[in-house]
T-cell receptor, first 110, second 114 residues
Framework: GQNIDQPTEMTATEGAIVQINCTYQ??????LFWYQQHAGEAPTFLSY????GLEEKGRFSSFLSRSKGYSYLLLKELQMKDSASYLC???????????FGPGTRLSVLP | DGGITQSPKYLFRKEGQNVTLSCEQN?????MYWYRQDPGQGLRLIYY???????QKGDIAEGYSVSREKKESFPLTVTSAQKNPTAFYLC?????????????FGPGTRLTVT
């Protein structure tokens, strides 16, 4: 079976740094994706990891450890507009089936 | 402007009726997907298609059907056999590569069945 876990909710303060964790147990691994989804809207792509290590993209970074089945999304210099759900998704094989985690709802407070 | 469209945004149906949700993309993507999202939950894959005239069941295909007669279009029919059809339905497309295959999502259709 496929299982992806994320914390349900997190709260952080504007200007701070927050780390959103994702752990996965899947039948295989061919990449991990992070998406951002504002309430009532469609998800938008944030990052992709397939090799171990950190990928940095502006205020957002994503880390992967394949041996631990673990990833995190790091958001720096938080802004109010970062209040959203963050979805972790794994592609278990070379096909096009992606498995999504439940998402983490982040609230950024002033 | 390239993108992916879904219509309608809101849809209301009576129990026992089939309903078809439309999804169109002009991104020239090979792969298309249908997901269902319930309150407080992540996305669950209903069907996906890697190429025209071919599609595969996802994790929750029961009660749903799809077709892929054209590259641009991937309509989803919610049949009366689907036990709990009320949900937010998202269509997506991607290039269909084996690498960083970013998915582009449509705005979604919120279906309510009473």
């Amino acid at each position: 079976g496929q299982n992806i876990d994320q914390p349900t909710e997190m709260t952080a303060t504007e200007g701070a740094i927050v780390q959103i964790n994702c752990t996965y147990q899947t039948s295989g691994f061919n990449g991990l994706f992070w998406y951002q989804q504002h309430a009532g809207e469609a998800p938008t792509f944030l990052s992709y990891n397939v090799l171990d290590g950190l990928e940095e993209k502006g205020r957002f970074s994503s880390f992967l450890s394949r041996s631990k089945g673990y990833s995190y999304l790091l958001l720096k210099e938080l802004q109010m507009k970062d209040s959203a759900s963050y979805l972790c998704a794994v592609r278990p094989n070379y096909g096009q089936n992606f498995v999504f985690g439940p998402g983490t709802r982040l609230s950024v407070l002033p | 402007d390239g993108g992916i469209t879904q219509s309608p945004k809101y849809l209301f149906r009576k129990e026992g009726q089939n309903v078809t949700l439309s999804c169109e993309q002009n991104l020239n993507h090979d792969a298309m997907y249908w997901y269902r999202q319930d309150p407080g939950q992540g996305l669950r894959l209903i069907y996906y298609s890697q190429i025209v005239n071919d599609f595969q069941k996802g994790d929750i295909a029961e009660g749903y059907s799809v077709s892929r007669e054209k590259k641009e279009s991937f309509p989803l029919t919610v049949t009366s056999a689907q036990k709990n059809p009320t949900a937010f339905y998202l269509c997506a497309s991607s290039i269909g590569s084996t690498g960083a295959d970013e998915q582009y999502f449509g705005p979604g259709t919120r279906l309510t069945v009473t």
